[in-house]
């Protein structure tokens, strides 16, 4: 369960840091708000304080492209 997690954050973590895809593409796809992207990408705000939908939404969308 652990790894699964931990390859979970790696996702989303390697989603965030892609600079070819922009705040907006990930709000339009996930719904999560820009305001809350642009602090997960520049840290601000941790991945590990993501609520469940929000996490969910992110890997949902590393999972599709």
């Known amino acids: 369960m652990e790894n699964q997690v931990t390859a979970m954050r790696e996702s989303i973590k390697r989603l965030l840091d892609d600079e070819s895809i922009t705040g907006y593409a990930i709000f339009k796809e996930t ?4 305001s809350t992207i642009g602090n997960l990408r520049n840290g601000k705000r941790s991945i590990d304080n993501l609520s ?8 949902r969308m590393t999972l599709e492209n």
Do not use: D, F, T, W
């Open 31 to 34: 719904g999560i708000s820009q």
């Open 52 to 59: 469940l939908k929000n996490a969910e939404a992110l890997y």
